[in-house]
């Protein structure tokens, strides 16, 4: 055979290749695409952390199938422009109403305050405390210790159980390594009464943390320990006040006199 001829009709048989190719591509793509619609909701176009502001650079729009659907998902990038995230989103990952803070309540640390509730920072000893082991989230005990002039006299008490730790240092989330850090300051959320004692705990004595499992919620009857306790001795009795006597009834003497005549009558 001629090899010109042999070229041409090689060079034929690929050009009706990919003509055919391409059009059994576009037919199923077409076929694909037609049997599964989809809805257009706003994403995150980069990674987003706990407290970042969504701005329109940070969002975009992505096609999600309608048989998956979401709730609390938004259409227009306006709708969610100015919030600030609650907790982290994923590049791609559609936003949720779920995942953000309400319009106009602020920004950083007050998202993630709840309505009623308090943030309170205060100083735990980073040595003998459990500081260098709380997270985001824990879950702890808090405790003081009261010093009076008398030092058998001095005593623990816990003042407060179940808190959950909001923040360590400046963090608002845990280290995704699972590290320890070592802070001196912890930031507690409480309602307003609890904040009230934790202040005064704080003037009064020396603050400490008990670090408790996060699905303990359980409410323990506390006792203060006072240093008596400490070698094996018992606390402090309380006065023992005796029992008054019972009043000793006298009976009522009655004197008669008739004349030269007297007469005695006792009555009860």
């Known amino acids: 055979m001629n090899p010109r001829r042999l070229a041409v009709a090689l060079f034929v048989a690929l050009l009706l290749s990919a003509a055919v190719t391409y059009l059994v591509s576009r037919t199923l793509g077409g076929r694909y695409r037609s049997g599964v619609p989809t809805q257009k909701y706003v994403a995150a176009s980069r990674a987003l952390q706990s407290g970042d502001v969504l701005k329109p650079d940070s969002l975009m729009i992505v096609d999600w199938p ?39 309540s602020g920004i950083g640390l007050t998202v993630k305050i709840p309505e009623g509730m308090r943030a309170i920072s205060v ?9 260098g082991f709380l997270f985001p989230g824990s879950r702890v005990d808090v405790l003081v210790t009261l010093r009076t002039g008398d030092a058998a006299s001095s005593a623990t008490q816990i003042v407060l159980q179940d808190v959950e730790v909001l923040t360590v240092g400046q963090n608002y989330e845990p280290d995704p390594q699972g590290k320890p850090q070592k802070v001196g300051v912890v930031t507690l959320l409480l309602t307003p009464e609890d904040a009230q004692k934790l202040v005064l705990a ?31 001795g018992s606390g402090p009795k309380a006065p023992v006040s005796e029992r008054p006597r019972p009043a000793v009834k006298r009976p009522y003497v009655v004197e008669t006199i008739l004349g030269d005549k007297r007469t005695t009558n006792q009555f009860e």
């Open 66 to 104: 309608t048989t998956i659907p979401l709730q609390g998902a938004f259409t227009k990038v306006d709708d969610v422009v100015g919030r600030s995230v609650l907790y982290p989103v994923a590049n791609g990952q559609p936003i949720l109403d779920g995942s953000l803070a309400a319009s106009g």
């Open 202 to 232: 704080g003037t009064q004595g020396t603050i400490q943390f008990v670090l408790r499992n996060g699905a303990d919620h359980d409410h323990v009857k506390a006792f203060p320990v006072q240093v008596a306790q400490l070698s094996g």
């Open 123 to 131: 100083r735990s000893d980073e040595i003998v405390g459990v500081a």
